[in-house]
Structures are given as structure tokens and as C-alpha cells.
């Protein structure tokens, strides 16, 4: 099995929000009159498969086999991590949290409810991708929602930013809505960067919000040699595209003299779909997303 890891490089216009893994996730609505505010994002993801058809392919960062806590500090060298949730397991809680409030959530329309807690809680290193997983050997762990990247421990004006990032989410819709991308402009006020989790096909990919573009290629391509890890770049965010898309137009730019042989097998089609079809020269992300078509629901 070959380990890929994606990344991609785009903006979001936080009043009208790309669409996100269609049939999974989706933006909780803002309000209709908060101005927008144009962020930088870099998505992360990952893959498993065996050929460059990728049919078999299992998606979503865990599959890189690549630490997000390696590449996060990687990214963000000198800064602190700091994990959050808005409705945490009261039986996994994080040590050292900054943020810890007791609420009880309801469920069902109101018909039940259960215990849950509010916490931000400082992660680094393995703590990060314990976080991601919400396990840890096989035993329940900390789950976060999200990461924010500051300089110093985050205050109140922060943790109040984050509520409305995420505490209207109704993860027991269809698809699920977890995050205000209205609320990330006044994360971003309290933080370098926030780092969301969305929804890949099996598990969730990370996505880094940030007022700057983050000039992250060069180092997300070392992060991911050091883990043994193919990296490819996206046109578009890993969890909207094809990865036999990706792989094929990364196959035809590959230089076997300077880098050897392509890593990626062929399939028995020579390549699926993709193998095909003309390259097409400058085609702009939109094109390539709408291309791409849905993915995830295949």
C-alpha cells in the first residue's frame, strides 16, 4: 500500500463559504449581515491505496501517516498549540485546561440530553494527533474539535471567539455542520491560526485558517518525506478532489531523472478515468472542483 499525503492551498470568503465535503459536512449558517473577511487556507489530508486508480484508497489524515503534531509545529515553529471542544466527553478530559465548563447538552429536540464539557487545554507534539483521533491504543482519549496557534495562552476575548466558532454545531445533522466560518476572522484576531477538522471520507482532514497565505510547500513536502509519505499537491481541497486526478497530472510533470521512479504504481487500466483525458493547461480550482465532481459519495 502506497501512504500519499495532500495538501492544497486556497481562500474562503467567510460570508460565502466554499461548499465542504459534500454529503458530510457542512458550514452552519451566519448571519445575514456580517461582513465578510477573505482567509487564507491550507488543507491537509492523506490516503492509503494500492495503484494510481486509488479506487481502494482509505482518505483522511491518519492514513498519511504523517504526525499533525509534527506538522503543525513544523509549520508554526516557536508557537503554542492549544486543543478545544465545545462538547467534550466528561470521561476524556485533557490535563492542564485553561477552559473547563460543565453544561449539559441537549438531544433529540430537547427529548434527552447528556453531560458534556467546554475546554481548551494546551497539546504539543503526540498530544495533537491523540486529540485528532480521540483515542489513544485503542482507549478513549480527548477529543478536539479544533487548534488554535498563539503566542501565548489564549484569554477570554479567544475563548469567546471560539464559542461562536463552534457552539451552535449540530453534529446529529446530515450532513453534520460544525463550524461558523463567520466566527473565523475573530478567532484569527486572538490567534496565528486556527486549525478545523473536516470531514474526509474516512476521517477527518485538517484545514488551517490564517489572514496571511501560509508558504507551507516546501515544508509540508519535508514533513512528509520524514514520515515515509508521498506528498501531492491539490488543485483544489483533498476532501472535495479525486486522488486519480491528482496523481495522474502529478505523473506527467514527474521528473524520473531527478527523483527516480514514480512512487505510485499504475493500475491494470493504465491509470482509470484520468489516463485518458487531455491535461488540462491553466484550468482555474473552480474548474478542477467542478470537475471533480463529489468524491466522497463514490
Not at 5 to 21: E, I, K, Q, V, W
Not at 218 to 229: F, K, M, N, P
Not at 238 to 262: H, I, K, Q, V
Request: aromatic residues 8%; glycine residues 10%.
Amino acid at each position: 500500500m502506497v501512504r500519499a499525503f495532500g495538501y492544497s492551498n486556497d481562500t474562503l470568503d467567510t460570508a460565502s463559504p466554499s461548499r465542504l465535503c459534500r454529503g458530510r459536512e457542512r458550514w452552519l449558517e451566519g448571519l445575514p449581515d456580517t461582513p465578510g473577511t477573505t482567509v487564507f487556507r491550507t488543507v491537509l489530508s492523506g490516503a492509503r491505496f494500492t495503484d494510481d486508480s486509488a479506487r481502494d484508497a482509505l482518505r483522511g489524515f491518519r492514513h498519511a501517516g504523517v504526525s499533525a503534531g509534527e506538522a503543525l509545529s513544523a509549520l508554526f515553529p516557536g508557537a503554542a498549540i492549544y486543543g478545544f471542544a465545545h462538547a467534550g466527553d466528561p470521561r476524556a478530559l485533557p490535563a492542564g485546561m485553561v477552559l473547563e465548563e460543565d453544561w449539559v447538552e441537549p438531544l433529540g429536540g430537547g427529548v434527552r440530553t447528556r453531560p458534556v464539557v467546554r475546554w481548551v487545554a494546551p497539546a504539543a507534539g503526540p498530544v495533537v494527533d491523540v486529540m485528532v483521533d480521540g483515542e489513544a491504543d485503542g482507549v478513549a482519549a480527548p477529543r478536539a474539535e479544533g487548534f488554535v496557534i498563539v503566542d501565548h495562552a489564549p484569554d477570554e476575548a479567544c475563548f469567546e471567539a471560539l464559542y461562536h466558532l463552534c457552539g451552535f454545531a449540530d453534529p446529529a445533522q446530515l450532513p453534520v455542520e460544525l463550524y461558523a466560518a463567520s466566527a473565523i476572522p475573530a478567532v484569527l484576531e486572538h490567534a496565528r491560526a486556527v486549525v478545523l477538522l473536516h470531514q474526509d471520507k474516512h476521517g477527518p482532514a485538517l484545514a488551517i485558517y490564517t489572514l496571511e497565505p501560509l508558504e507551507a510547500d516546501d515544508t509540508l513536502r519535508r514533513v512528509a518525506a520524514e514520515a515515509g509519505s508521498f506528498p501531492v499537491p491539490f488543485a483544489i481541497p483533498p476532501m472535495l478532489a479525486r486522488w486519480d486526478r491528482a496523481l495522474y497530472e502529478l505523473r506527467l510533470d514527474w521528473d524520473a531523472a531527478s527523483f527516480g521512479e514514480f512512487p505510485v504504481p499504475p493500475a491494470d487500466d493504465a491509470g482509470g478515468r484520468w489516463s485518458a483525458r487531455s491535461r488540462r493547461i491553466g484550468s482555474a480550482p473552480e474548474a478542477a472542483e467542478a470537475e471533480a465532481g463529489a468524491e466522497s459519495e463514490e
